[in-house]
C-alpha cells in the first residue's frame, strides 16, 4: 500500500467510524482498530485513535444534559477502568492470535440480540456502590488488551436506566477516561510518541466529520429509533469482530 492510499484508507476508516459514534454513542474505536487491524498492528491503531478520541468524547460530553450528577455517580466505575488498564499495561502488545478480540465480538452479539428482543437489564441502585468498581476494572483489563472500551461498560451503563441523551454522555465520559488511562499505558509500552501523536491530529478531522453527520442523524430520531439503532449497531460492531478474529 502507497503512502498515499494509507492516508486515504485511514481517513475512509475514520469518516466512517465517527459517523457510526455520532448515531449511537460509540464504535469510532472497535470500528477503527478492527479496519486498521488490516494495515497495522493493533498497538499502532489503537495509537492513532489517541487525539480522535480525545476531541470526539469531548464534544460528546459537552452536549450532554448533566455531567456532573452523571461523574458524581460514575467515579467508581472511572477509578475501576484507570486501574484495571495500567494493569494490563503491555496486553495489547502482546496479543498475537486475536482470542481477546474474537470473546470481545461473541460478548457484544449477544448483549445486542438481548437488547435487541426488548429485555430490559437494570442495576438496583444498591448495587451500584461494588458493581460499578468491578465493571470498571473488566473495562480497563479488556482495554488494555484490545484497545476496544465497550464491554462490560457499556451494557452496565444501558442498565442504569438513563434516557438517550445522558446515556451518550455518560459512554463519552466513560470512554474519554479509557482513552486517558490507554494512552498513558502505550507511552509506558512505547507505542505513543511525538511522531504518532501527529499522526493521530491528522486523523480528527475526518472523524469529525464523520462525527457531525451522525449526530444530526440521532437528534432527529426518537429514543425507541434511537435503542433500535443502538443495539443493532452494537450487534453490527460484534459480529465485525469475530469475523475478523475468525479469519
Do not use: H
Not at 486475536?98 to 440480540?113: D, I, M, N
Not at 505513543?192 to 462525527?211: H, T
Amino acid at each position: 500500500m502507497t503512502d498515499l492510499s494509507l492516508i486515504l484508507f485511514i481517513a475512509a476508516t475514520f469518516l466512517l467510524a465517527g459517523f457510526v459514534k455520532g448515531v449511537i454513542g460509540l464504535g469510532l474505536p472497535t470500528i477503527a482498530v478492527g479496519i486498521l487491524g488490516v494495515v497495522m498492528v493493533p498497538a499502532q491503531a489503537a495509537a492513532l485513535l489517541v487525539v480522535p478520541n480525545l476531541i470526539t468524547n469531548g464534544w460528546q460530553i459537552a452536549s450532554g444534559p448533566r455531567l456532573t450528577t452523571i461523574l458524581q455517580r460514575l467515579w467508581p466505575m472511572l477509578a475501576g477502568i484507570c486501574a484495571g488498564t495500567w494493569a494490563g499495561a503491555g496486553l495489547l502488545e502482546q496479543q498475537k492470535n486475536g482470542s481477546a478480540t474474537l470473546w470481545l465480538g461473541v460478548a457484544l452479539v449477544l448483549y445486542a440480540l438481548v437488547g435487541l428482543k426488548a429485555a430490559k437489564l437494570r442495576v438496583p441502585a444498591g448495587m451500584e456502590g461494588w458493581l460499578g468498581p468491578a465493571i470498571g476494572i473488566a473495562t480497563g483489563v479488556a482495554t488494555a488488551a484490545t484497545g476496544v472500551f465497550v464491554l462490560p461498560a457499556v451494557p452496565y451503563l444501558q442498565a442504569l436506566g438513563l434516557d438517550k441523551d445522558e446515556l451518550v454522555q455518560a459512554l463519552g465520559v466513560s470512554f474519554i477516561v479509557s482513552t486517558l488511562a490507554l494512552s498513558i499505558g502505550l507511552v509506558g509500552a512505547g507505542a505513543l510518541d511525538m511522531q504518532v501523536a501527529w499522526n493521530s491530529l491528522l486523523a480528527l478531522a475526518p472523524a469529525l466529520a464523520g462525527m457531525a453527520a451522525g449526530t444530526a442523524i440521532r437528534n432527529r430520531i426518537s429514543a425507541a429509533a434511537f435503542k433500535l439503532c443502538f443495539f443493532a449497531g452494537l450487534l453490527a460492531l460484534g459480529a465485525y469482530l469475530v469475523l475478523r478474529a475468525a479469519a
